[in-house]
């Protein structure tokens, strides 16, 4: 049996999974750029003031609590970089989607907050 939800609650949760249900592929991780030296010792690189090699775009991510790099290209950012805007926007999602159904069992449980 479902508890009695006010209708304005309901269509919010209506909101959020139809949002959830428009979700592209997610990838997770983090974009970084970082600009480099390299492993020669006359490059411009170690010259003064140094001319760094780069921007190095990395993909960073953890597997089984290990971090994983990839390098990626500018088109390769270009075609992924919505990918990890709606990495974002599901955990946004997912996080209002929580919030809204915490809230919504103190309303009807008739708890105080953070209960
Ligand atoms: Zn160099």
Redesign the pocket.
């Known amino acids: 049996m479902s508890p009695n939800v006010p209708e304005q609650v309901e269509a919010e949760r209506q909101r959020i999974v139809a949002a959830l249900g428009q979700i592209g592929f997610v990838l997770p991780g983090t974009i970084s750029t970082r600009m480099a ?2 492993g ?1 010792q006359t ?4 010259r003064e003031p140094p001319q760094l ?1 780069g921007p190095y775009i990395q993909w960073t991510r953890a597997v089984k609590g290990k971090t994983v790099t990839k390098v990626f290209s500018e088109a390769q950012l270009a075609t992924y970089q919505p990918w990890f805007d709606n990495n974002r926007q599901l955990r946004e999602l997912s996080t209002h989607l929580q919030q809204l159904s915490l809230d919504t069992i103190r309303s009807v449980e008739g708890w105080g907050a953070e209960t």
């Open positions: 030296r390299c020669k490059c411009r690189c170690r090699h």
